[in-house]
């Protein structure tokens, strides 16, 4: 087997264990689950993943490194905010139409006192990150005259940041309007004219 073929399978259980956990959470999906739509037998996952924590440790990081790479020149040089935010609804819309009704974050809390002290530390760094994104976006909205807030930026990223992952769960239920609705509102709560 090539490297590019084991790197290749490797993303494809990345990928299968993401949409699994999104979709079960944690402790709903085992190794096989993963293997059998791939057609690869228990042993390949366990090759490149020799425990479960290991796993959802490298699905964390994946998530980290897509937030990383989707906000890296925004964090370096500023820009305009609203397009950030739109970028999040967007995404968010996104991963729920492609059957992913959670976040990584969402999906883990569930099960947050069963995971390793290596994966809460790795899930709560992914989680700041993500925060100190999110508080910026709307600090620089502010300054720059995009978004209209009272209070602390980052009370604020958590509050709306708290509104999607609830909208999510509604969503599931709901559809995928109750998403939009609260998109709105978050809009409405930041003095954006539709």
């Known amino acids: 087997m090539t490297m590019n073929a084991i790197s290749n399978t490797r993303q494809q259980i990345i990928d299968t264990a993401l949409q699994l956990l999104m979709q079960r959470g944690m402790n709903g999906?085992?190794?096989?689950?993963?293997?059998?739509?791939?057609?690869?037998?228990?042993?390949?996952?366990?090759?490149?993943?020799p425990s479960k924590a290991k796993l959802v440790k490298s699905l964390i990081r994946e998530s980290h490194q897509a937030l990383r790479k989707g906000t890296a020149e925004f964090m370096a040089y500023g820009g305009p905010a609203r397009?950030?935010?739109?970028?999040?609804?967007?995404?968010?819309?996104?991963?729920?139409?492609?059957?992913?009704?959670?976040?990584?974050?969402?999906?883990?809390?569930?099960?947050?006192?069963?995971?390793?002290?290596?994966?809460?530390?790795?899930?709560?760094?992914?989680?700041?990150?993500?925060?100190?994104?999110?508080?910026?976006?709307?600090?620089?909205?502010?300054e720059q005259g995009e978004f209209q807030f009272n209070g602390n930026a980052r009370n604020k990223a958590i509050s709306i940041m708290a509104m999607i992952q609830g909208a999510r769960q509604f969503a599931r239920i709901h559809g995928h309007k109750a998403l939009e609705c609260t998109f709105e509102q978050i809009r409405t709560d930041l003095g954006i004219e539709s």
């Open 29 to 49: 999906f085992s190794y096989r689950d993963i293997s059998e739509p791939l057609g690869i037998k228990n042993a390949a996952v366990h090759y490149h993943f």
């Open 83 to 142: 397009p950030q935010l739109e970028g999040l609804f967007e995404f968010t819309l996104k991963q729920c139409e492609c059957g992913r009704p959670v976040c990584v974050a969402g999906a883990l809390s569930v099960d947050f006192e069963e995971l390793s002290k290596g994966t809460k530390e790795a899930l709560n760094r992914f989680m700041m990150d993500t925060l100190d994104w999110f508080t910026r976006v709307l600090e620089t909205g502010r």
